[in-house]
């Protein structure tokens, strides 16, 4: 079948996240016939983001110039704080997904990301398993991210979400307590609003990659009941 799809650019530009969760991508050629079918128009779509997304591993995996997109080595561990050029790696492969336009598959377009439903980052993760990917970043990305889309204003959103995809920012949890450990039932750590200003009262330890963070999310009790 035949799928107007150019660049890798102009395929994510198309893919909408209206039109995805209609299906609804205009015509496709379909064995020389014409079909409005969602069930075409969305396989259609996805395989045409799964050739954009191989073309473009490919080409960030071949070039010579210094800072490809490194492959995936069998034993290197994909968290390892303590090692500070394995993090600055991992800023760096950041950086070239967003510059690739690979960043940020299903966060909204108003903050930065490609506006995508999870079938197109299923998608990426699959072409991706050759390749290493900024997994330094997982705390920002499972942790973060989520918190930031549920809870946070759009100023927050706005201004936190960018930095976080093109790898300029890497967050650390602020969790574990010296009395509770990992327990959130036991944290003790409080945050009172005093003056439009949030004044934090604990302790926090053991941050994983705390020392290597620009930014950390604290849990902290509001309610002193």
């Known amino acids: 079948f035949l799928f107007p799809f150019g660049a890798f650019g102009g395929a ?10 209609h299906g609804q991508f205009g015509t496709v050629a379909l064995t020389g016939r ?16 799964r050739q954009a997304v191989k073309e473009l591993f490919h080409r960030l995996s071949v070039e010579e110039e210094r800072g490809r997109l490194p492959p995936r080595i069998p034993g290197e561990p994909a968290n390892a704080f303590e090692n500070l050029e394995l993090v600055a790696k991992d800023r ?3 950086k070239m997904l ?3 336009g690979l960043a940020g598959i299903t966060v909204p377009k108003e903050y930065g990301g490609q506006g995508l439903d999870q079938r197109f980052e299923d998608i990426f ?14 705390n920002a990305f499972n942790i973060v991210l989520p918190v930031l889309l549920a809870h946070g204003s759009e100023e927050q959103k706005k201004k936190y979400i960018p930095s976080m995809l093109d790898g300029s920012v890497m967050w650390c949890q602020l969790l574990s307590e010296p009395s509770g450990g990992s327990d959130l ?11 439009g200003k949030w004044y ?11 020392h290597c963070s620009d930014m950390g ?3 902290a009790r509001t309610d002193p009941t």
């Open 12 to 21: 994510l530009d198309q893919l909408g996240a209206d039109e995805l969760e």
């Open 34 to 49: 014409q079909t409005h079918d969602p069930r075409v128009t969305a396989f259609a779509a996805s395989e045409a983001l």
């Open 92 to 94: 760096r492969i950041q």
């Open 98 to 100: 967003w510059d690739g």
């Open 125 to 138: 993760h699959e072409e991706a398993e050759p390749y290493r990917l900024a997994w330094h970043f997982g």
């Open 185 to 195: 039932a036991g944290a003790t750590t409080r945050a009172e609003m005093r003056d």
């Open 200 to 210: 934090l009262n604990g302790s926090k330890v053991w941050t994983s990659g705390g």
């Open 217 to 219: 999310l604290c849990l």
